[in-house]
């Protein structure tokens, strides 16, 4: 195996028919061991220089999915491609490579960046672990990219407790673009910030984009700062992709109940009377995903459920304008 990946011009990134469990409880308890269903059956397919969203109620598998691409999680069954070639069951020795093009930002900055070291330290980090720089060409690099994220020079010194939240981020993303990625997968990178803070981190991401030539995986709970910055959009519901397709389709004429129901809860302002859009009110609980529903996965809450839903699970299937829709009753 080569010590570098080459680029090629296909996808950056590809699932197929990803899944990710999990095994909970002990053999030893009345329940035994039980398995959750965290991402199941997901496909997709990440273009050169394009924003994927990623959307979807809390506990939809969002997360574990972001952890999955960047094999911080090990996959269950499924393959990934990266650059092309299959990284699904690469040692960590074999992933070291990739890693270098294939970078991550947390959602929660406090809990990925170590107290008890200064955050030039843990920005310089993986500098010395994937280069042969000397000290002083790593300095100067911390420095750029300090300047880069709109850090002063003397916060290199500084702790991460000394920070604001949005500052910590800052500190993640130049932590995650100093070895010059490919791709950035984006776990929440905002959610934990104030609204003004968010703005600002937004702005910088897009000016990181154009700047360095990114791929972002964007995942966000704000389904306006998703369409804000998405070229295209992926809905998630219990573990599977329902739809996806270029953001502002999906947004303007979802065509799953499941995105339809979330994207009316998006606040819009009325500019005309009798402008307001009608608040799809879902009915009953998320299952569980230690016991996901037979057939569709989403039949046990939507409105238009019938027979077939609930014995027949429906596969992704391709529309005109790059659609697709995991539903036996598309609006499309």
Known sequence: ??????????????????????????RFSAEGRRTVHAVDNVSLTVRRGETLGLVGESGCGKSTLARCLVRLYDITDGKLFFEGE??????????????????????????????????????????????????????????ELFDIVGLLPDHVTRYPHEFSGGQRQRVGIARAIALNPDLVVLDEPVSALDVSVQAQIVNLLA?????????????????????????????MYLGSVVEEGPAEAVFSTPAHPY??????????????????????????????????????????????????????????????????????????
């Open 207 to 235: 000016d990181l984009q154009e700047k360095l030539n990114l791929t972002y995986i964007f995942i966000a709970h704000d389904l306006s700062v998703v369409r804000q910055v998405s070229t295209r959009i992926a809905v």
């Open 1 to 26: 195996m080569s010590d570098t990946m080459t680029k090629t011009e296909g996808p950056i990134l590809e699932t197929r028919a990803l899944m990710k469990r999990f095994s909970i409880g002990s």
């Open 86 to 143: 299959d990284i699904t069951g690469r040692s960590l020795n074999a992933l070291r490579p990739m890693r270098r093009r294939l970078q991550m930002v947390f959602q929660d900055p406090s809990a990925s960046l170590n107290p008890r070291r200064r955050v030039g330290d843990l920005v310089a980090e993986p500098l010395r672990i994937h280069t042969k720089l000397s000290a002083a060409e790593i300095n100067r690099r911390v420095a």
């Open 259 to 332: 995105s339809q129901a979330l994207i009316s809860a998006v606040p819009v302002v009325e500019t005309t009377p009798g402008g307001s859009r009608r608040r799809i009110l879902l009915t009953g609980d998320v299952p569980s995903p230690l016991n996901p529903p037979s057939g569709c996965r989403f039949h046990p809450r939507c409105p238009i459920a019938q027979d077939r839903c609930r014995t027949e699970r429906p596969e992704p299937t391709a529309y005109d304008g790059g659609r697709k829709v995991a539903c036996h009753f598309p609006t499309i």
